[in-house]
């Protein structure tokens, strides 16, 4: 049996340059929520995803599906989204194809997930009690935060679940090549409640294909106060354990 010939692999740029320009792009990567109008080449967006198409998948199976909304397409999704969410109570929403959080919150990662939040809302100056302007806020995740490209993530529902695994690191290998050519993302998983109405905009059937979450993709506001928000990260102590 023959085997097709593999192509060799080019040297790594290992030196302090090089290895400070990974690490720049990984360390650098911040969900941005409030973005410039100013568009991006589909070129750009074509070289992203093709960058992300090498993250490594479970025998190769690549599960991903993409959309890429742009133009009327975007703005009629974000119609659609945000007049759905008009028509149920505050206290309602759409339930998610899957569990993305736990039922029940344990610390510390209900304490994470607060601190961001008031974080946020902090800098927002909003109080505890403007429970509109909190809901305003959240309602952005459903304008791309004015980013001009929305990004929609989907999988087939025959795959397993080690394709969620999968999946992360292609999404991540997203963030980081857009923030190789100086674009920013968001990566949104609020979108996963409206994907009855998100699958009827796209065409896709809801018994054969699942939602994985949204992404907003362009060039960060520099002047929104929310852009300067630095969430905490454990260190590597507080995670990792090393046996010898």
Not at 10 to 17: G, S
Not at 48 to 66: C, K
Not at 219 to 243: M, Y
């Amino acid at each position: 049996m023959t085997h097709p010939a593999s192509s060799p692999r080019e040297p790594f740029d290992v030196t302090p340059e090089g290895v400070a320009a990974v690490d720049h792009a990984i360390t650098s990567r911040r969900s941005m929520r409030r973005f410039l109008p100013t568009e991006v080449p589909r070129e750009t967006i074509e070289a992203i995803l093709q960058v992300a198409a090498r993250s490594p998948s479970g025998t190769n199976t690549q599960p991903w599906q993409v959309h890429v909304l742009t133009g009327a397409s975007r703005q009629g999704l974000v119609d659609k989204v945000l007049a759905a969410g008009m028509q149920v109570d505050s206290t309602t929403r759409y339930k998610e194809q899957y569990d993305y959080y736990p039922a029940e919150w344990v610390s510390p990662f209900i304490d994470r997930r607060r601190k961001v939040g008031w974080d946020l809302y902090g800098l927002l100056g909003l109080e505890k009690t403007n429970r509109m302007g909190m809901q305003l806020q959240q309602a952005r995740n459903f304008m791309f935060f004015d980013a001009p490209v929305g990004m929609v993530f989907t999988i087939p529902r025959v795959m397993g679940r080690g394709s969620l695994l999968d999946y992360g690191m292609f999404l991540q290998s997203i963030m980081v090549a857009a923030r190789a050519r100086g674009l920013d993302t968001c990566p949104q998983a609020a979108w996963n409640h409206f994907h009855c109405v998100i699958f009827e905009h796209l065409g896709l059937n809801p018994d054969t294909d699942m939602m994985v979450c949204g992404m907003a993709l362009g060039h960060a506001d520099p002047a929104a106060i929310e852009n300067t928000l630095l969430t905490e990260r454990e260190p590597v102590s507080g995670f990792a354990r090393f046996l010898a």
